[in-house]
C-alpha cells in the first residue's frame, strides 16, 4: 500500500525551494497520482509505444526516473531482452527508493540506475528516451542543449516521450486550466493550505513552457515529427521521432 502524502499540511514558517529528499520520495507515488491528472495513462502509454520502438541491443533512457515507474512500464510490456535501461536522476534518495522498486521487480532486461545530472548522461545507440516531468526542473537555457545531445544518441526511427506540465499562451485560458487543475487537487483530498506551500517551493525551481516553446526546440534539435498525443488540464505528452 502507497504512503499517503500529508506533507506540507500543517503550517510552514519558512518556505524553501522545493527538494526531491526521503520526504518526498516515501510519498512519491501518492503524490504524483493526486496531483498529476492522466499520469497513470502517460506511463501506460510509454510501456505501449516500447513495444514498438525499442529495438535489439539498443538502450532506453529514463532521464529524471525518479522511483522508476516509466522504467518498469517498459520492462512490463517489451518482448525484447537483449537492450539495456539507463535509469537517471540527481536525488539521491530517489535513486535509493528506486533501486527498491526495481530489485522487487523481476525484470527481464538489464537495467542500470544512475545517480547523476542528466545533462552529464552521454546518449547512445538510443532506440527510446523518456523525459517524464524532468525538463521542468533543467534551467530553460540548458533545455536545447539536452534535445540536440538527445537527438543526436538516438538511432534512426528513435522516440522521445516528453511529458510536461504546460502554461498556454491566452492568459484567459491558462487561468481557467490552472483553476481547472488547483480544483483536481482539490477533489484528490489535498488542502488549501498544501497546494499553496507546494506552489510557493516549486515556484522557484520549476519553470513551465508552452506546447508551441516545446515543439519549436523538438524541431530546432533536429526532430522530424513532433506532436502532442496527451493532454489532461495543463498536463501533457509530446512524442518527437527521428
Known sequence: M?????????????IGDWIFDDK???????M????????????????ILARDFVKSKSNIYDLGCSLGSATLSVCCNTTITDCTIIAVDNSADMIKECRRYVNNFNAKLK????ESDILDIKIENASMVILNFTLQFLKPSKRLKLMQNIWKGLNPCGILVLSEKINFEDNKIN?????????FKIANDYSVLQ???KNKMLKN???VDSI???KNRLIKAGFAHVDVWFQCFNFGSLVALK
Not at 24 to 30: E, M, Q, T
Not at 111 to 114: A, D, N, R, S
Not at 175 to 183: A, E, P, V, W
Open 212 to 214: 508551441k516553446t516545446h
Open 24 to 30: 518526498i520520495a516515501k510519498v512519491f507515488p501518492d
Open 175 to 183: 487561468k481557467l486550466i490552472s483553476n481547472m487543475h488547483y480544483n
Open 2 to 14: 502507497r504512503k499517503r502524502d500529508t506533507l506540507y499540511s500543517t503550517p510552514i514558517s519558512k
Open 32 to 47: 504524483i497520482q493526486r496531483s498529476v491528472p492522466g499520469y497513470s495513462n502517460i506511463i501506460s502509454m510509454i510501456g
Open 111 to 114: 537495467i542500470v540506475i544512475i
Open 195 to 197: 497546494i499553496r506551500q
Open 205 to 207: 525551481v520549476m519553470s
